[in-house]
Each structure stands twice: as structure tokens, then as C-alpha cells.
């Protein structure tokens, strides 16, 4: 128990090294660009394909990626229908603030670290379903409710743009088919990919903002309550009452605890700019808030 409680505290400590170097000036928050360009065209696709070739893979487990599209669709139903009377503006914000998980850069090297590749292999599943709705599906939907008109095609381009979307399609596709990666690949790639816990935990560091917007707690509380009191009821619906290996639902009752997609205040950005800055400051809580649940729940998950 001591070995994972130090595990678990590395993570948190590497953020605040991110932070501290951050607000120091030793780092600035746009160094963190460039490092997420490292960490999602390189040492994060590595950890996939490692995960995948350690794995046995069972085709029932495709079910995770209707799950992940599936919790998506309900959390923004439920946001749409809190804000459903208010200006567009506010619909927007609740649309696209509500779902999304950050899954690739926040809770898969959380997995990658504590529940091993077939923790690895159910994750990106999962976030094969979420991507669909944080890259562009909520805000194609905002843009639906609030009478305005969004590219379905652009939307479906950032998708397949996604350098680990398209890892994580190849890799299934390539399990289907029983196909094997080689032996010496898979070797390269672990040690790529063992770099991305340190790399992601490093920029949510970076990236991390803590400016109340006093004006904007309401919105704020609102969509953070509405976030993870679903998640608490998807982690017990889905750790208690799924027919699934017990090291899958370990995943889900995790995942459902991701923070809010990064990609969101680009999107509500596109309706408000004040509301912009409400989403950015709901994303740094909901790390935070995060951090805490999903550390605690893998502490309490090991034997």
C-alpha cells in the first residue's frame, strides 16, 4: 500500500513541478504547446501500441467504445436540458462544458501506471467513443440547438486528424484481424511510452490556471456538480452491475472521473468569450477535483 500511495503522490508532485516551474518563469504556459505535440504524436500513441500488443484482445470488450459515446450523449443531454430556457450563449457552455473527458492526457497515464495493458486497451476504447463528442460532436450539437450552422465534415477531419484516434482505430482494426505487432516494435514503443505519464502530468502542471471568475461560480458549480455526480452514478452502475472482467470495470469507474476536455473553452470560445474564460477556469478545477478521485480510487483498487 505504501509503493502505490508514492506512486500516486508522484503523479500529483510532477503537476506541481509543472506549476511551480510555470508560475517561477522558468517555463511559460505556451511551452506546454509544444510539449503536448510531443506527448500526443509520440510517446502517448507508443503507450497505446504497447498496451495493445501486451493484451489478449476479447471482441466483447467493443462495447466500451458505445459506453464512451454513450456517457457523453447523456451528460450533454442533461446539460442541455438544465440550460435548455437560457440565452444561447449559456446553452452552448453547458453542451460542450458538461461532456468530454480528457482521457488521453490525464487518465490513461494514470491506467498506464496502475492497471497495466489491459487497463490500456479498455481506456482507449472507451476514449474512442468520447473522441467522437470532444472533437468537435458537442460543439456541432451547441451549434444545432443555438440555430447556428457547424461543418459536420470539419468536424469528422479533426477526428481522423487525431494522431492517437488513428492509432487507436489501426490497432483495433489490426486485433479484429488477429494481427500480432513484432516483438522489437513493441520494445521501441515501451520505452516511448513510458515517458508519457512524467510528459502528461508535467503539462497539466504547465497548463493549470487558478483565477476565480467570482461571477461565474454558479456556472461553474453547476456544471462541475452535474459532471461528477453522473460519473458517481456511471462508476457504481459500471463497477457493480456489468457483466465485465473485474480489471475493466476498474477502468470505467475510473475513466467516468476524467477532467473536462481540453479542447472545450476552444469550443465555447466560438459562442462566448466570456464564457470562454468560465470553461477555462471549470477545467482547472475539474483536474484538481479529479486528481483527488481518481488517485484515490487506484490506491484503494490495489491489492
Not at 14 to 30: F, P, T, W
Not at 241 to 267: D, G, H, K, M, N
Request: glycine share 6%.
Amino acid at each position: 500500500m505504501v509503493d502505490v500511495l508514492i506512486k500516486a503522490f508522484s503523479f500529483v508532485f510532477v503537476i506541481i513541478i509543472g506549476y511551480l516551474l510555470k508560475q517561477r518563469g522558468v517555463l511559460q504556459r505556451s511551452d506546454s504547446i509544444a510539449l503536448s505535440k510531443i506527448m500526443m504524436n509520440i510517446t502517448l500513441p507508443a503507450a497505446v501500441i504497447t498496451g495493445f500488443a501486451s493484451f489478449q484482445f476479447d471482441h466483447s470488450l467493443l462495447i466500451l467504445v458505445a459506453l464512451g459515446l454513450g456517457c457523453n450523449l447523456i451528460l450533454m443531454g442533461v446539460g442541455y436540458w438544465i440550460a435548455r430556457k437560457g440565452p444561447d450563449d449559456k446553452k452552448a457552455f453547458y453542451m460542450i462544458n458538461s461532456p468530454g473527458y480528457n482521457i488521453g492526457c490525464f487518465t490513461l497515464p494514470y491506467v498506464q501506471s496502475f492497471l497495466g495493458p489491459a487497463g490500456i486497451v479498455a481506456t482507449c476504447l472507451f476514449d474512442a467513443g468520447n473522441s467522437i463528442i470532444c472533437t468537435g460532436g458537442s460543439y456541432v450539437a451547441a451549434s444545432h440547438a443555438t440555430g447556428r450552422s457547424a461543418g459536420l465534415k470539419s468536424t469528422i477531419k479533426r477526428l481522423f486528424s487525431s494522431v492517437p484516434f488513428d492509432v487507436y482505430m489501426l490497432l483495433l482494426l489490426a486485433a479484429l484481424c488477429g494481427l500480432h505487432l513484432p516483438s522489437q516494435i513493441t520494445l521501441i514503443s515501451s520505452t516511448i511510452g513510458n515517458a508519457n505519464p512524467f510528459l502528461a502530468m508535467l503539462i497539466i502542471g504547465m497548463m493549470l490556471e487558478i483565477n476565480i471568475n467570482r461571477a461565474a461560480l454558479a456556472n461553474v458549480f453547476r456544471v462541475l456538480v452535474l459532471r461528477y455526480s453522473i460519473a458517481s452514478a456511471f462508476a457504481v452502475l459500471f463497477y457493480y452491475y456489468t457483466p465485465l472482467p473485474l480489471e475493466i470495470r476498474q477502468v470505467l469507474a475510473v475513466v467516468v472521473f476524467s477532467p473536462l476536455s481540453s479542447l472545450a473553452p476552444l469550443f465555447t470560445s466560438r459562442f462566448s468569450g466570456m464564457f470562454a474564460s468560465v470553461s477555462s477556469f471549470t477545467n482547472s478545477l475539474s483536474v484538481i477535483i479529479s486528481i483527488t478521485i481518481i488517485t484515490t480510487l487506484l490506491t484503494l483498487m490495489q491489492p
